[in-house]
């Protein structure tokens, strides 16, 4: 085992020590509180403080006494509550009081404490349980059978959650959650919202195992509310737009395709290799919205179309320039009396800066277009500018020597000589030597705009809906 490996192992045990110190602390805490509320005669708070102390240190013995002690004491307490109401005819009161009893024995059981409940006591439980939970569902059905289905379903949600097999209970629970939720899906379709009707649906099969017809008309709500989207080649003037065009409409195609919407499709447009087609098409929906004279697929219902207007993108040579700074350098001198002293000592040097940049500036306009009533569905004019910048040093030697300043002649002293020693300006002044050096290049800010600018055309076309 290596000396990496065994201090990792070390550092390992060491916290695991601590916390188990930490545990250890802490449970002795909380014991000597019980005790002190045990003695007060308080054996609720007491338990309570059993409870912590175990969960600290699941095996104090001594606390596990403690709330096998008072926690059988309160739990008693809670049985007593219980047979009250029993005695009384309180049977929703009684039911519960009960269930807080059972939980309370759950969670000493976690902690390894057995705390008993008699069985004479279950045996009434379950008496006062059948009494509460039938009325209780004869109430839910007289609400099913008036339509009341909140009501119902309050009622219905208590009863399976307290017996989650009783009778037939979970069959109208899915009645009073999801009928009016079905009924709510059929308005929409006759008030042809398709979209709200296909997620009313939906709803209901992701919650079931099928109800009524809920399959079939979530299938007949999409087929209604789908859009078929054509994409047509964009419109760009130059072969280098014309590329950028097309690779933009491939990614958007993509972007729609990946964000599985199920009410949009891509249909294929198949276009003459014209570039004036888009063009036409362009200025026939945007400006003159006449009938297209561009054939298109028939099962097509919106045309999505593209205009780039301004593309221009470049990566500047790499600029050198030769700069100068002071070599700082400590010395050791021996003075006439022998004593070794350090001195500092300034040195002009040259060192050289760089720098170069690229940037992207991209304009374009789009729309989807409704195909029949050349209503414009999604529109807008997006400009995309990118831009990267590198500046960094180099020094033959190590730059950490280096500080800012200026100087006259590299051979004689001058009163334009500078040296700036502060903190904040050599810090700044070093950090130039550890920059990146190399830019993004204008090709990887194009990636990067298609990548943007596809998404966000894709989300907002995805994001259109005609029921708003």
């Known amino acids: 085992m290596n000396r990496f490996s065994c201090k990792k192992k070390l550092a390992g045990i060491m916290i695991l020590v601590s916390v188990l110190l930490a545990g250890g602390c802490a449970s002795k805490k909380y014991m000597n509180k019980a005790l002190e509320l045990e003695e007060a005669g308080l054996f609720t708070e007491a338990a309570d403080f059993y409870f912590r102390a175990l969960q600290s240190k699941r095996d104090n ?19 007593d509550q219980f047979m009250s109401f029993y005695r009384n005819d309180q049977y929703k009161d009684a039911v519960y009081a009960f269930l807080e009893a059972t939980a309370y024995q759950g969670r000493a059981k976690v902690l390894g404490v057995d705390l008993n409940i008699s069985e004479s006591t279950g045996v009434y439980f379950k008496e006062v ?36 097999g009783y009778r037939d209970a979970s069959q109208h629970w899915v009645t009073a ?10 308005a929409y379709l006759k008030n042809d919202r398709f979209r709200s009707a296909y997620y009313a649906f939906e709803e209901i099969l992701a919650g079931t195992d099928g109800y009524k017809s809920a399959a079939e008309l979530k299938d007949y709500a999409r087929e209604k509310a789908l859009i078929r989207i054509g994409v047509l080649s964009y419109y760009a003037s130059g072969l280098t737009q014309k590329n950028v065009a097309e690779e933009l409409k491939s990614q958007i195609i993509a972007g729609i395709t990946k964000q599985q919407s199920p009410f949009y499709e891509i249909v294929e447009v198949t276009q ?59 010395v050791n001198l021996i003075d006439e009396n022998g004593i070794e002293e350090k001195v500092i000592e300034y040195k002009k040097v040259y060192y ?75 810090d700044k002044f070093q950090a130039l030597f550890v920059q990146r050096k190399k830019v993004v290049s204008d090709f990887d800010l194009k990636k990067q705009a298609m990548s943007e600018l ?9 994001a259109y809906n005609p029921e708003i």
């Open 454 to 462: 596809s998404d966000e055309i894709a989300q907002k076309v995805i």
């Open 129 to 164: 349980k059948e009494i509460f939970l039938n009325e209780q569902y004869g109430k839910a059905v007289t609400f099913l059978e008036a339509e009341n289905f909140s009501e119902a379903l309050t009622l219905l949600t208590e009863i399976l959650k307290i017996e989650p």
């Open 177 to 186: 959650r999801y009928e009016p939720v079905y009924r709510q899906g059929q």
């Open 352 to 426: 050289y800066e760089y720098s170069q940049n690229s940037y992207l500036n991209m304009n374009l306009s789009y729309s989807l277009v409704d195909v029949d009533s050349k209503k414009i569905m999604v529109s807008d004019l997006i400009q995309k500018q990118l831009k990267d910048e590198v500046k960094y040093a180099s020094y033959e030697g190590d730059y950490r020597d280096l500080i800012p300043g200026t100087w006259y002649s590299i051979s004689s002293s001058s009163d334009q000589d500078k040296r700036y020693e502060d903190k904040t300006s050599v």
């Open 272 to 330: 003459p290799d014209r570039t004036d087609n888009a063009l036409l098409l362009f200025k026939e929906i945007f400006i003159d919205k006449k009938s297209s004279s561009i054939s298109l697929p028939s099962n097509v219902d919106a045309v999505l179309s593209c205009k780039i207007n301004d593309y221009r993108s470049g990566t500047s040579s790499l600029k050198m320039k030769k700069r100068k700074a002071w070599l700082k350098t400590t």
């Open 61 to 79: 013995i001594d606390a596990k006494v403690g709330l096998k002690r008072t926690g059988q004491l309160v739990l008693n307490q809670k049985t």
